[in-house]
């Protein structure tokens, strides 16, 4: 595949968007189980243990577990860890962590991929107005992801609100396009100018992700190769939806067939 392919964005028709559909209810699902084992005393290990199993039986393959090496099905990233924390059955969950979940599914050839942030058993006030920057930084990027907006408007929307409440964005990882691949054009980085940027069409399908650190934006990789952690040790949050770009506004895909959200999550 030559540069001007990979660069090129693809447009999903109705029938690709519902196939992407499809594998977004999985990790849907499958994240909402993982969510509910969230709870003090559980190693990180059985989490990605109960995903790697929940995704199987519902006829589909995690999308991580291999991906550039990576060695597990599920991203389970603790406190001050950003993204990419790999599970560890040394690793508990105690009360007052915040944990992160980050998780893809490939179904039939096609992606879908979403994050959630939630406390672990009662957390510090200042945890839980971070958890609401993450969500609502998130539900602001989404509604901004309409035909004729550009992939600036969407970063200057989770800019200005999360530093408008004193935090930082995140400005190592991106969000991106998805479908045939996990990640596909364009980047979206969560800081940016508005009206700048690759405007945005009908049939793009995007992986939209802020993440927010309750200190600096900077961060830094551990020896794994994998886990990105706040270089200040603050906290940090991460929130993720796939989100289909229609004639008439954003799709999220990654939410449940009932609508409902699930514990820490905004729609």
């Known amino acids: 595949m030559d540069a001007s392919a990979r660069d090129r964005i693809p447009l999903r028709s109705a029938g690709d968007v519902a196939r992407i559909r499809a594998a977004c209810l ?26 790697h199993a929940r ?60 994050a959630v942030t939630v406390p672990v058993g009662r957390v510090r006030e200042g945890a839980t107005r971070l958890l609401s920057a993450g969500q609502e930084a998130l539900a602001r990027a989404v509604a901004a992801a309409r035909p004729g907006a550009t992939t600036g408007d969407l970063g200057a929307a989770v800019q ?38 690759q405007r945005l069409v009908a049939g793009m399908v995007l992986a939209i992700e802020p993440m927010v650190n309750a200190g600096h934006p900077e961060v830094e990789q551990l020896d794994d190769g994998w886990t990105a952690v706040t270089s200040d040790g603050s906290l940090s949050v991460h929130f993720e ?21 699930s514990r820490g999550e905004a729609p």
Do not use: K, M
Not at 26 to 51: F, H, W
Not at 60 to 86: M, R
Not at 176 to 195: D, M, V, Y
Not at 244 to 260: C, F, K, N, Q, S
């Open 241 to 261: 939806h796939t989100v289909a770009v229609t004639e008439i506004g954003p799709e999220i895909l990654t939410l449940p067939r009932d609508g409902a959200v």
């Open 160 to 197: 200005r609100y999360v530093e408008a409440q004193g935090y930082s964005v995140v400005r190592d990882f991106v969000g991106h396009g998805i479908g045939r691949r996990l990640h596909e054009p364009p980047h979206l980085p969560n800081f940016g100018t508005a009206g700048t940027g």
């Open 26 to 51: 999985i990790v849907r699902e499958v994240l909402d189980e993982v969510v509910r084992a969230a709870v003090p005393g559980v190693t990180t290990a059985e989490l990605d243990r109960l995903a």
């Open 55 to 114: 995704t199987r039986e519902r006829g589909a393959a995690p999308a991580f577990l291999g991906y550039h090496g990576y060695p597990a099905s599920l991203c389970v990233s603790v406190n001050d860890e950003v993204v990419h924390g790999i599970p560890s059955a040394s690793r508990r969950l105690a009360d007052g962590d915040l944990v992160g979940l980050d998780f893809g599914a490939v179904l039939d050839g096609w992606y879908g991929d979403a």
